[in-house]
Structures are given as C-alpha cells and as structure tokens.
C-alpha cells in the first residue's frame, strides 16, 4: 500500500507551514511580551484570514504547487502570534481574578470548546470540500473575521501591562527576551525537558495528523473526501471525552498526581496507538470498511489520551514559568515543536513515499516513546531544590 507521491507533497507544504513557524516564532513572541497578549492575538487573526485567501487564489488561479507552499509560510507567521499569547493571556487572566482552582480544568474546558467547534467545523469542512475544495477555506476566511471582532471588542490584557515597541528598539528587546528564554526555558530542569517534548512530538505529530487522512483512505480503498472529515471529527470527539476525563485522572488535594508522571503514561500509550495503527495498515492485504473501522477504534483511542494530556502538560509547563516570560518561553516551546515538525514531515514523507505510510507510523511510534524519559526527567527537576532549578 505505497502511498506515492501525493503524500510526499502534502508534507512538503506542511513543512513550508512550519518553517514559517519556525523564522517568526520568537519575534513574534516579543510582540506579544510587549504590546500585548491581545495585539499578537488581532495580528494573528489577519495574517490567517490572508494567507487563507491566498490558499483560494493559489487553486482558482492556478498559481502551483509553490504558491501554495508560500501561502504555507504566511500561514506560519498567523499561528505564531498566536502560540504563546493566547495561554500567557488566559493564565494572566487567572493570576489577576484570584482563580484559585485547579488550571488544567481551566485548559480541559477550552479543550472541550475547541473540539466542539472542531467536530462541527470538520464534518461541515468534509461536506463542503465534497462539493468544491475552496469552499472550507472561504468559510474559514469569514469566521476569522467574526474572531477578529470579537477580539477587538472583548479581549482585555487582564494581568499584564503592556509597553510600546519602537522599531529602532526591537533588536534590543528581542535580545532581552531571548535572554529571559534561555533563563526561564532553557536552563530550568523543568522547562528543558518539556521542551524537548515539543522537539519529539513535532517529528510525528503533525505528520500524523495529516497523513491520516490519506492512511485512512488507503484502508478504505475509495476516495471520499467526507470519510476524512467524519475522521478528523471522531478524533475531536475522543479529545473531548480526554478533556472531560483530566480532573478525574489528575485528582485533587492529597490524592493528586504528579503531572510528570500522568504525562509519561500518557506518552506510552500514544505511541502504542500509533503502532498498532502501523500494524493494521501493514498486515492489511486487502482494503475495505473491516481494516478502516480497526484504525479508527485506534484512532479514536488516541484522540482520548491526547486530550487528556494536553491540559495537564499547558498547565505543567506555565506552572514553572513567570509572568513576565511567559509567551516567550511558549513560543520557545512551540519553536521545538516547530523543529520537530520540520525535520519530522518530510522525513515522514519521504518514508511513506519510498516505503508506506504504515512503516513511517511505526518509525513514529518508537520517536514518541522518547518522550517518557523526558517526562521523567522534568519530575527529577521539580524535586530538586529551588536553587538548583
């Protein structure tokens, strides 16, 4: 089951995404760490309506396969804007109000929120790309503007001041800010590890999620663009039921556990998933609805323990860094995970077009395994002394 060249040009454009990930990550996070949370936020909110336009220009006009690429870029630019400024302003927020409740509850909700609208946006994205391919992106382009609004009216920069930004003195605050990086990021024994979580997690996440879609038909042996929607539903579905299920699992009070060690849990199970669905795909001789149905149980099984360990890993990571740094130490989080996915889809890609898709699944599974000892080393770092850190 060869996934041919397809495959391999989808990773090429995703890996433009993320190059535009990484070339804007940490200027981008000076903007938020100095004008402000909401300010990154809005400009994020534009560049995606652009580039989302552009993605439509690109297929109506014809443009090829490096327009697209060049969109990819742009698009990049929109998401990191938006990577540290939007959980350095909800737990600013928190600080501010007094919240004394646990915060990966706080993270759980938005998760459910965001698979929410992610069940409803991909089952009505499948049904409209079934119709014609440009109408998702157009949709799309219109919400961002609703956002962009809402935004405008409604978000406060609760907990945080911000101070202008002169152009002559950008070069001098991106120094500041890349200093306070390498002190609250890199050299603190929490922070370290977690961040190279993020490295090990970009080498297959976003391969996985994409290739997906396309593994998923392979199975079936049809091309029907709506299977990939209900898909990539279902899998919000299941990351709902894991949000749901985080207070349960963390606990409260004496009881609680240690998000170190719920989180290496986690990351074993992940990559147990990923390999079984490698599996199904390599010992599958003929496709249809049987082996399909199979992967999607794993799938489905995967979306719950993601959920489950994106809140507490939010919460984790902001728990050990200040205020004042937050989005930039987010954004050098993000920037490894934007590393990871660099190196990680075209290498992927490359594995699935000469291979198939199931081996580069099962490369990606013993990847991810790399991340219980990381895990394990962040808890040795919370148990040494607070000078030590």
């Given amino acids: 089951m060869n996934a041919g060249l397809d495959i391999l040009q989808v990773m090429l454009v995703n890996t433009a995404f993320t190059v535009g990930q990484i070339i804007f990550e940490i200027p981008t996070g000076v903007v938020a760490d100095t004008v402000g949370r909401k300010v990154s936020f809005l400009l994020g909110n534009l560049t ?13 006009l014809g443009w090829g396969f490096w327009a697209f690429a060049g969109a990819s870029v742009i698009i990049g630019l929109g998401f990191t804007f938006q990577t540290g400024a939007v959980d350095a302003w909800l737990v600013d927020a928190l600080d501010h109000t ?36 440009a109408w998702p992106y157009v949709v799309r382009a219109v919400l961002l503007v609703g956002c962009f609004v809402a935004a405008l009216v409604m978000m406060q920069d609760l907990g945080f001041t911000p101070r202008p930004l002169r152009t002559s003195e950008f070069g001098a605050e991106a120094r500041r800010i890349f200093d306070a990086g390498v002190r609250y990021g890199w050299r603190n024994r929490v922070v370290r590890p977690l961040l190279f979580v993020s490295l090990v997690g970009g080498l297959f996440g976003m391969y996985g999620f994409y290739s997906w879609q396309r593994f998923a038909l392979d199975l079936l042996g049809k091309e029907l663009i709506w299977v990939s929607g209900v898909l990539a539903a279902a899998a919000a579905l299941a990351s709902i039921v894991g949000n749901v299920l985080v207070a349960k699992i963390m606990r409260s009070g004496d009881d609680r556990r240690s998000a170190w060690s719920v989180l290496a849990a986690c990351s074993a199970l992940l990559a147990l998933f990923v390999a079984a669905m490698g599996a199904v795909g390599l010992f599958t001789r003929t496709p249809g609805v049987a082996p399909l149905l199979v992967a999607s149980a794993l799938w489905m099984g995967w979306g719950v323990v993601f959920g489950v360990v994106g809140p507490i890993r939010q919460t984790y990571l902001n728990e050990h860094v200040p205020s004042a740094q937050r989005a930039t130490v987010l954004s050098l989080d993000a920037f490894f995970g934007d590393i990871g996915g660099a190196t990680g889809q075209p290498a992927l890609g490359w594995m699935a077009k000469a291979w198939s898709i199931p081996i580069s699944w099962l490369v990606g599974a013993v990847v991810m395994l790399l991340s219980v000892p990381l895990y394990r080393a962040a808890g040795r770092g919370e148990e040494a002394p607070e000078s030590e850190r």
């Fill in 48 to 60: 995606l309506f652009i580039s989302t336009l552009l993605y439509v220009a690109a297929a109506l």
């Fill in 98 to 133: 007094g919240y004394e409740g646990a915060r990966e509850r706080v993270f759980a909700w938005g998760g459910m929120i965001s698979g929410s609208t992610m069940l409803v946006g991909t089952l009505a994205g499948g049904f409209l790309g079934q119709i014609d391919l």
